[in-house]
């Protein structure tokens, strides 16, 4: 009798792996789901750099507002808009975030997010002062790179 009770546990053990490696599985396989109509982005992690872009983008024309010129730094731009202390952190999980200001703070400044593997799934993208998002799939995004839609 025990040795059928080990038995049945060890089919119920294999049985429940069996079951969490398909659904793991199928999981990965999910195309992405935009997240809003509209939305440009092709993954998950590219919706989330995007997002980041846009909010820094934000906090920069309501930063110019108050003060008549550009933020510096990211750091300049915590508890502007929406954008938080946690945001000043260039590690953006598949993403990097580069920040330059122009010489001039009136002048602009130039915001990357480069992938750490660039693929399909992981364009570069590249923003400043006029708020235009652009995108690369090939190389480090730039001002002459395609506008995202």
Known sequence: MKRRGRLVKRHI???????LVVSLAA???TPYQPKFKGDP????SEA???????TVLRAQKIYFK????FAGSLADLVHTGS???RMVNPDRGDYAVGFRPKKDPKDGFDLTLTPKQ???E???FYADEDGQIHADDQAPATEKSPVVK
């Open 118 to 120: 660039l693929d399909a």
């Open 48 to 54: 989330a750099a995007l997002g980041y872009m846009r």
């Open 83 to 85: 954008f938080t202390k």
């Open 122 to 124: 992981h364009r570069s």
């Open 27 to 29: 999981a990965a396989q």
């Open 66 to 69: 108050k003060n008549n010129k």
């Open 41 to 44: 982005a092709k993954s998950d």
């Open 13 to 19: 053990r294999w049985a429940a792996a069996f079951v």
